[in-house]
């Protein structure tokens, strides 16, 4: 984001390309991985290669990122991506900023409260164990529970951890496989409320990246395609692949969103409009906004329900 946003202040300044590169090289700068990947991008451009490319090159950029700055180099529209690529990533990143924040509370409540509850297993509980058990009779069943819980603690953690280590392997090493991928995203699609909102984030990136992509000037089928590639929630993947082929046949855009039961009904009806009129790019940015709205309300209603419940 960083990089978009100093990159676009310089070109809209008036600032050519090859300046602006090495101003930024040449400035006193305090991020290391940044001032590299402006010394690559500045060398490949001085030999002769495109800026896309260039950035490509440093494997710090996808092709959603590439691609579009290749359009802005081909049509004159250099400074307008930049700026689009700043505000697409500042969305992103205010998203993810308000999901943390949201859920960074109820989570230091958690783990907290499972601290102290170890610490009453591992130490407490052992020593009233003892005395009621020398005192004799027949002790409550929960009692029972807890100071059985309180002896197999250890074993607990044990299995616990050693669980959770091999479901992390697992993941890892099948990150990537289609059919891991679609149940861990049933998971969390039938997950309540937070289900909903998992769903609206990536609509919200989607529409951002749509937007951006044909505010470029670059073709409905392309856009897809890009906005395909940097998607990695399946369910949404796997329908962008279906619009792709239908897109391809020649089937309008709205009408094959409307086979897929991810996309929702009001946001068909905008995209279907806005192909009528020709306006699709102002549709997205519409929808992103949109998106962007409910997502900010529907965390605040989470973290209002959350943090009595944890309390």
Not at 235 to 246: H, N, R
Request: glycine share 4%.
């Amino acid at each position: 984001e960083r990089f978009f946003a100093e990159t676009h202040m310089l070109l809209s300044a008036g600032v050519d390309l090859q300046t602006v590169l090495e101003l930024a090289v040449n400035g006193n700068r305090s991020n290391k991985k940044l001032d590299e990947v402006y010394a690559e991008i500045l060398s490949r451009v001085t030999t002769g290669d495109n800026l896309g490319n260039a950035m490509l090159a440093t494997k710090q950029f996808n092709n959603f990122d590439c691609y579009s700055v290749t359009i802005g180099e081909s049509t004159g529209e250099l400074p307008r991506v930049f700026g689009r690529l700043q505000a697409y990533y500042s969305h992103r990143i205010a998203q993810k900023r308000k999901i943390t924040s949201s859920l960074s509370y109820p989570f230091i409540v958690l783990l907290t409260t499972t601290g102290a509850v170890t610490f009453m297993l591992k130490f407490v509980v052992p020593m009233f164990a003892d005395t009621l058990i020398r005192f004799g009779g027949e002790l409550p069943a929960l009692t029972k529970f807890v100071i059985t819980c309180s002896d197999n603690l250890g074993t607990f953690l044990l299995i616990l951890f050693s669980t959770l280590l091999l479901l992390l392997s697992f993941y890892y090493s099948n990150r990537n496989n289609p059919q891991v991928r679609k149940v861990l995203s049933d998971f969390v699609m039938s997950i309540p409320v937070f289900g909903k909102m998992i769903k609206k984030m990536h609509l919200s990136q989607f529409t951002q990246a749509m937007d951006l992509l044909l505010s470029a000037k670059v073709s409905i089928l392309e856009s897809i395609q890009l906005s395909q590639k940097m998607v990695r929630f399946y369910p949404l993947s796997v329908a962008l692949s279906t619009v792709q082929i239908d897109v391809e046949r020649g089937t309008f855009f709205y009408k094959s969103l409307e086979k897929q039961a991810f996309f929702d009904s009001s946001m068909i009806t905008l995209v279907k409009i806005g192909e009528e009129v020709n306006q699709l790019d102002k549709i997205f940015e519409q929808l992103s906004k949109q998106y962007e709205s409910e997502l900010e309300y529907q965390s605040n209603i989470l973290l209002t329900i959350l943090e009595p419940l944890m309390i």
